[in-house]
């Protein structure tokens, strides 16, 4: 299984980015896909997370209402649009996926068996 992440970069705040993960060696309908951010000196933490089916969609309360996640299971793709940017969104994100995730631990990352390379997302003031 291969993730491949893409789309960070530097932007000010209150700008937009979106970011890409391209996946493949797996069936990608039945995987439980995310994503996670570790800001610089702090732990990993969930951003938001997407059901197989694409009916629930899961987002952490700093980013609710800011970011959108959506798949696309035809191109074997996630997405994550990320609007209104503040230095604190600052972090490497990763992309994540796992087919035995189910809803109550789709928060944690020990229930995430793979992981993409990560991309940085820096938010200047």
């Known amino acids: 299984v291969q993730l491949q992440a893409s789309g960070g970069g530097l932007v000010q705040a209150g700008g937009s980015l979106r970011l890409s993960c391209v996946a493949s060696?797996?069936?990608?309908?039945?995987?439980?896909m995310g994503w996670f951010r570790q800001p610089p000196g702090k732990e990993r933490e969930f951003v938001a997370g997407?059901?197989?089916?694409?009916?629930?969609?899961y987002y952490a309360d700093s980013v609710k209402g800011r970011f959108s996640i959506s798949r696309d299971n035809a191109k074997n793709t996630l997405y994550l649009q990320m609007n209104n940017l503040k230095p604190e969104d600052t972090a490497v994100y990763y992309c994540?996926?796992?087919?035995?995730?189910?809803?109550?631990?789709?928060?944690?990352?020990?229930?995430?068996?793979?992981w993409g390379q990560g991309t940085q997302v820096t938010v200047s003031s």
């Open positions: 997407f059901s197989r089916t694409g009916n629930s969609q």
């Open positions: 060696g797996l069936t990608f309908r039945t995987y439980v």
């Open positions: 994540v996926g796992d087919p035995t995730v189910i809803t109550s631990t789709i928060r944690f990352s020990s229930a995430y068996r793979n």
